[in-house]
């Protein structure tokens, strides 16, 4: 079992920065593949990064790239997502994900949730 705890939402205003965290307990943190997710209302849940195991992959989706990095410490067992440049269409919960095998953005594949934090951004 993982248990995942994220951190970081908040308000801020369009051009401001937020950096969420994702602090993961249980079986061996490192060994398991990482996502953020994120649910606007009225809205399905919708992939925004993902890190592999080592952390020497990482995916973003078209929408964040360029002003979000996925980010991971093995030492403190926890993963961060800097998002930089937000707009007000980053509004949503954001949520932490982990999978021991699959790695990439299909939300269905992540076997351990968190519990989400919200984001919103003002125009």
């Known amino acids: 079992q993982v248990q995942l705890v994220e951190s970081g939402g908040g308000l801020v205003q369009a051009g401001g920065s937020l950096r969420l965290s994702c602090a993961a307990s249980?079986?061996?943190?490192?060994?398991?593949?990482m996502g953020w997710f994120r649910q606007a209302p009225g809205k399905e849940r919708e992939f925004v990064a993902a890190?592999?195991?080592?952390?020497?992959?990482?995916l973003y989706a078209d929408s964040v790239k360029g002003r979000f990095t996925i980010s991971r410490d093995g030492r403190k067992n926890t993963e961060y997502l800097q998002m930089n440049s937000l707009k007000p269409e980053d509004t949503a919960v954001y949520y932490c994900?982990?999978?021991?095998?699959?790695?990439?953005?299909?939300?269905?594949?992540?076997?351990?949730w968190g519990q989400g934090t919200q984001v919103t951004v003002s125009s």
């Open positions: 890190i592999s195991w080592r952390g020497g992959s990482t």
């Open positions: 249980g079986r061996i943190f490192s060994s398991y593949n």
């Open positions: 994900a982990a999978d021991q095998r699959y790695y990439g953005l299909r939300s269905q594949e992540y076997d351990y």
